[in-house]
């Protein structure tokens, strides 16, 4: 008997068009399954429903059958299948319920009620697993976004369940701490549904893909047979990583970062400095909880330095890690109105994929059209320095191109400075790399 099955699954939130039409699927004990398609083509709909979320907790319209471990979703709260499905979403600022590290991950544990004396060594090993075993007692709000995203990951590890649901597991997460995740997460006995808009480290440990599309499924095949169709069909989820542009740049300095310290309860960064012109693309990149967000906000003047100054040439703008903590208007037009006018703001729409969304309220678009939302926000304000903090978190590849095209045709317009732990796509879009160092040196190449 397969572990999950979906029969003939219909659903649609409320007063909007079905996320879902007709999908069937089964997953077996011990199964990898990748989700893949385009930003708002259903994948995290299908998760939720997975976990039973669908429809108990979003409401809506529910055909057809959810079962998980012989018990259906449509008579099984979501609290009676909690330690039996583990699920770890997109937002983990959004997870996030306690104070410090290890209590959020007991936190899972002492709801599905584990034996006490086996919590705190459950805690450990999952921590462990992600790459965190020292955060035990740090605060969830001292630490980088990408550590946050292993505390979720370690919260779900650590009940141990039957079904292990993964909505963009490792969107904030390095390239080694992805890979190390994967390693760990999926060799157990779970059954696990993957949704990712990176799929370079998950292909490789799947054993099936499904690729939906406008809430239907386009694609349902072994890893294998999955790529060759994908390379036939959607080449841009299986394109390998470009070098970096070989471009000359020519320009006056628009920021200047000079033997810059900072820290919060512990030191971030000490002594950097960091040149960025006008014409260029930088990409930051290094491990989590390296000082990037830092640097990036101290470019763009949401903190001022500690020791050292920081000297810009005109204006400056940045795109937050998570955009959807600060959409404020009843409209995507009105929200990129903020900073200009609304037919300007149609217009950066329209750059941004979002042409015919202009009427949609921010909190109905996917995860991936917000993203794209807040970057029409700041693009539209045409600033000297952009700064971007992961502008490609649940952002699907054919999105993650179009944006590195639209990046790279204005790149004379301004300095533009990306944090991101997506390889490709710095090496698309960037003249050059900084990395952070895990010391903290800074590394210019």
């Given at each position: 008997?397969?572990?999950?099955?979906?029969?003939?699954?219909?659903?649609?939130?409320?007063?909007?068009?079905?996320?879902?039409?007709?999908?069937?699927?089964?997953v077996?004990?011990?199964?990898?399954?990748?989700?893949?398609?385009?930003?708002?083509?259903?994948?995290?709909?299908?998760?939720?429903?997975?976990a039973?979320l669908?429809?108990?907790?979003?409401?809506?319209?529910?055909?057809?059958?959810?079962?998980?471990?012989?018990?259906?979703?449509?008579?099984?709260?979501?609290?009676?299948?909690?330690?039996?499905?583990?699920?770890?979403?997109?937002?983990?600022?959004?997870?996030?319920?306690?104070?410090?590290?290890?209590?959020?991950?007991?936190?899972?544990?002492?709801?599905?009620?584990?034996?006490?004396?086996?919590?705190?060594?459950?805690?450990?090993?999952?921590l462990?697993?992600?790459?965190?075993?020292?955060?035990?007692?740090?605060?969830?709000?001292?630490?980088?976004?990408?550590?946050?995203?292993?505390?979720?990951?370690?919260?779900?590890l650590a009940?141990?369940?039957?079904?292990?649901?993964l909505?963009?597991?490792?969107?904030?997460?390095?390239?080694?701490?992805?890979?190390?995740?994967?390693?760990l997460a999926?060799?157990?006995?779970?059954?696990?549904?993957?949704?990712?808009?990176?799929?370079?480290?998950?292909?490789?440990?799947?054993?099936?893909?499904?690729?939906?599309?406008?809430?239907?499924?386009?694609?349902?095949?072994?890893?294998d047979?999955?790529?060759?169709?994908?390379?036939?069909?959607?080449?841009?989820?299986?394109?390998?990583?470009?070098?970096?542009?070989?471009?000359?740049?020519?320009?006056?300095?628009?920021?200047?970062?000079e033997?810059?310290?900072?820290?919060?309860?512990?030191?971030?960064?000490?002594?950097?400095?960091?040149?960025?012109r006008?014409?260029?693309v930088?990409?930051l990149?290094?491990?989590?909880?390296?000082?990037?967000?830092?640097?990036?906000?101290?470019?763009a003047?949401?903190?001022e330095?500690?020791?050292?100054?920081?000297?810009?040439?005109?204006?400056?703008?940045?795109?937050?890690?998570?955009?959807?903590?600060?959409?404020?208007?009843?409209?995507?037009?009105?929200?990129?109105?903020?900073?200009?006018?609304?037919?300007?703001?149609?217009?950066?729409?329209?750059?941004?994929?979002?042409?015919?969304?202009?009427?949609?309220?921010?909190?109905?678009?996917?995860?991936?059209?917000?993203?794209?939302?807040?970057?029409?926000?700041v693009?539209?304000?045409?600033?000297?320095?952009?700064?971007?903090?992961?502008?490609?978190?649940?952002?699907?590849?054919?999105?993650?191109?179009?944006?590195a095209?639209?990046?790279?045709?204005?790149?004379?317009?301004r300095?533009?400075?990306?944090?991101?732990?997506?390889?490709?796509?710095?090496?698309?879009v960037?003249?050059?790399?900084?990395?952070?160092?895990?010391?903290?040196?800074?590394?210019?190449?």
């Amino acid at each position: 008997m397969a572990l999950a099955r979906v029969d003939r699954l219909t659903f649609a939130y409320p007063e909007s068009p079905p996320a879902l039409l007709e999908v069937s699927l089964e997953v077996e004990r011990g199964e990898v399954v990748l989700l893949l398609g385009a930003s708002g083509s259903g994948k995290s709909t299908l998760v939720r429903a997975l976990a039973g979320l669908v429809p108990w907790f979003h409401g809506g319209r529910f055909e057809g059958r959810v079962e998980v471990a012989g018990r259906d979703t449509r008579s099984t709260r979501p609290t009676e299948l909690a330690g039996t499905v583990a699920t770890v979403f997109q937002d983990p600022e959004d997870q996030v319920i306690l104070g410090r590290v290890d209590s959020e991950v007991a936190f899972a544990l002492e709801n599905v009620g584990a034996l006490p004396e086996t919590i705190l060594p459950r805690v450990h090993r999952a921590l462990a697993a992600v790459g965190i075993a020292g955060f035990s007692d740090r605060s969830v709000t001292e630490i980088s976004g990408g550590e946050l995203q292993r505390v979720c990951l370690a919260s779900a590890l650590a009940l141990e369940p039957e079904l292990l649901l993964l909505d963009e597991p490792t969107s904030q997460l390095d390239p080694a701490g992805a890979e190390a995740f994967f390693e760990l997460a999926l060799g157990g006995e779970a059954g696990v549904v993957i949704s990712e808009q990176r799929p370079a480290n998950a292909l490789r440990y799947a054993d099936r893909v499904l690729f939906l599309e406008q809430g239907r499924v386009l694609l349902d095949a072994r890893r294998d047979d999955a790529v060759e169709w994908l390379a036939e069909h959607r080449p841009a989820w299986v394109e390998q990583q470009p070098g970096f542009n070989q471009i000359a740049v020519v320009g006056e300095v628009a920021c200047s970062v000079e033997n810059v310290s900072f820290a919060y309860e512990r030191p971030v960064l000490e002594n950097v400095s960091l040149e960025l012109r006008r014409g260029e693309v930088v990409a930051l990149t290094g491990p989590n909880g390296s000082g990037k967000t830092t640097l990036a906000k101290l470019v763009a003047g949401l903190l001022e330095p500690q020791t050292g100054r920081v000297v810009r040439a005109g204006t400056a703008a940045m795109l937050l890690q998570d955009p959807g903590r600060y959409l404020v208007r009843e409209r995507a037009d009105e929200e990129v109105a903020l900073g200009s006018d609304l037919p300007r703001a149609r217009k950066m729409l329209a750059a941004v994929g979002l042409a015919g969304s202009e009427a949609r309220h921010p909190r109905d678009l996917s995860t991936g059209e917000r993203e794209r939302l807040a970057l029409a926000t700041v693009l539209v304000a045409d600033p000297d320095v952009l700064v971007l903090d992961e502008p490609t978190r649940g952002v699907d590849p054919e999105r993650r191109q179009e944006l590195a095209a639209l990046l790279r045709a204005h790149a004379a317009e301004r300095a533009t400075l990306v944090v991101t732990n997506d390889r490709a796509f710095a090496h698309a879009v960037a003249d050059r790399e900084v990395a952070i160092a895990p010391e903290r040196e800074p590394v210019l190449a």
